[in-house]
């Protein structure tokens, strides 16, 4: 079993800055894909972006020259630097890992990112 757990959201004003990072613990043994999606009130949740274990990265165009996903494999952990927030940012963001010796794939619980205008 894997346990994916998100801190890091809050409030923020236009244009600033959030970390945020994604712990995976449990039997996170060959964990692959990691990325990050988000889900606004109303609206199917999307990508933003994702980062395979070799390190290659893929971005949401709206995440593209704003938002830096990283992650290193020997914590089981995961980041997204997101800056010059918009309010249209604000979301519920959650961590997905898939795991290939399983072929699971699991989700985190979210942390809420506020953009105030």
């Known amino acids: 079993q894997v346990q994916l757990v998100e801190s890091g959201g809050g409030l923020v004003q236009a244009g600033g800055s959030l970390r945020l990072s994604c712990a995976v613990s449990?039997?996170?043994?060959?964990?692959?894909?990691m990325g990050w999606y988000r889900q606004a009130l109303g609206k199917q949740r999307e990508l933003v972006a994702i980062?395979?274990?070799?390190?290659?990265?893929k971005y949401a165009d709206s995440a593209k020259g704003r938002f830096i996903i990283s992650r290193v494999n020997a914590k089981n952990t995961m980041y997204l630097q997101m800056s010059s927030l918009k309010p249209e940012d604000t979301a519920v963001y959650y961590c997905?890992?898939?795991?290939?010796?399983?072929?699971?794939?699991?989700w985190g619980q979210g942390t809420q990112v506020t953009v105030s205008s």
């Open positions: 980062i395979r274990s070799s390190g290659r990265t």
């Open positions: 449990g039997s996170a043994y060959r964990i692959d894909d």
């Open positions: 997905k890992a898939d795991q290939s010796i399983s072929g699971w794939t699991y």
